[in-house]
């Protein structure tokens, strides 16, 4: 018999989990709600009794498992100690392999959500290929994650790869949803774009599709797609403020890629015609040769990366 591994993505509203062979390739996927009561006290429990579920359905032994990955909506640092806990499920610090451990006795090894999906893409997905990547995901906010040379770059704290917090804008009077005033989410993610774009209406009256409904980052770049004037500007704008931060952790990091998912990465690689113009004129030469790709990997890239943590 062959040997295996449990890809675990721990989310606000459901686990998802994923059984692969030694390979990479992955056999099985499936889910489970996050039972969030009494502190998330349930969340572990029940996956063990998940993936202890699936090992009896699949005639899959202890001694079969190469071991599980687990990743989590919090900084988790090199140990696995998720250290400041994760908000969204009520959970306070605590160490995730020891706490799994008392369910099933094999290797576990646990890292943050983001770049669990950063080291999935680079395993299996987008990345594939490339051995230093930083993953940026543009959804409702900025998440990134650090690989290099094979290696994710947790931090001191567990908190490495929060690029959506770099400080971007001085004279920005609105809050970011972390405290700080001015920060790239606030220009590039879903909701960043959105509210460029009602900047951008409210300056003057311009004809402009984007006028003619809610506005969101797709109807924004649906209306690039269709030629309005406008809704360029807008992307032009959103890519000068990503490409800029792009070029400041190029000129860091010196990655071989940016591997771009997340909703905004729907838009396809015209995304890359705005990017990339900053940010070849901001990054530091030696390190302006990065290639941006789109992510491939989906919803799947949690699990993929967690498992890729024991299996790689």
């Excluded at 032994?61 to 900084?75: C, F, N, R, T, Y």
């Amino acid at each position: 018999m062959g040997r295996y591994a449990f890809g675990v993505d721990v989310g606000g509203t459901s686990v998802k989990m994923g059984l692969f062979d030694e390979t990479g390739t992955i056999l099985d996927k499936w889910e489970i709600p996050t039972r969030k009561e009494n502190k998330g006290a349930s969340v572990l429990p029940d996956v063990a009794r998940s993936l202890l579920a699936k090992m009896a359905e699949k005639g899959i032994q202890e001694k079969d498992l190469v071991g599980i990955g687990v990743g989590a909506p919090g900084p988790v640092d090199d140990e696995g100690t998720l250290v400041s806990g994760a908000v969204n499920i009520g959970w306070e610090p605590f160490n995730i392999p020891k706490a799994m451990h008392a369910y099933i006795n094999v290797p576990i090894k646990a890292a943050n959500d983001a770049n669990a999906a950063a080291y999935g893409e680079m395993w299996q997905g987008g990345g594939k290929g490339f051995n230093s990547i930083v993953a940026v995901t543009l959804g409702t906010g900025v998440g990134g994650g650090i690989i290099i040379n094979g290696e994710l770059l947790a931090g001191a704290t567990g908190a490495g790869g929060e690029i959506g917090h770099m400080h971007m804008v001085d004279d920005e009077t609105e809050s970011c949803n972390c405290g700080n005033r001015g920060c790239m989410e606030q220009y590039a993610s879903a909701t960043g774009i959105a509210r460029l774009a009602r900047r951008r209406l409210e300056k003057d009256d311009e004809p402009s599709v984007l006028r003619e409904g809610k506005v969101s980052a797709k109807t924004v770049f649906d209306g690039v797609k269709a030629g309005d004037k406008v809704a360029v500007e807008i992307a032009e704008e959103f890519g000068e403020y990503l490409g800029k931060g792009l070029a400041m952790i190029a000129s860091v990091l010196n990655p071989e890629a940016f591997i771009i998912s997340g909703g905004v990465s729907k838009a396809g690689e015209i995304l890359f015609s705005f990017i990339e113009p900053p940010f070849h004129k901001y990054v530091f030469r030696h390190c302006g040769n990065a290639k941006f790709v789109l992510a491939t990997l989906g919803n799947d890239a949690g699990i993929y990366g967690a498992a890729g943590l024991v299996l790689r």
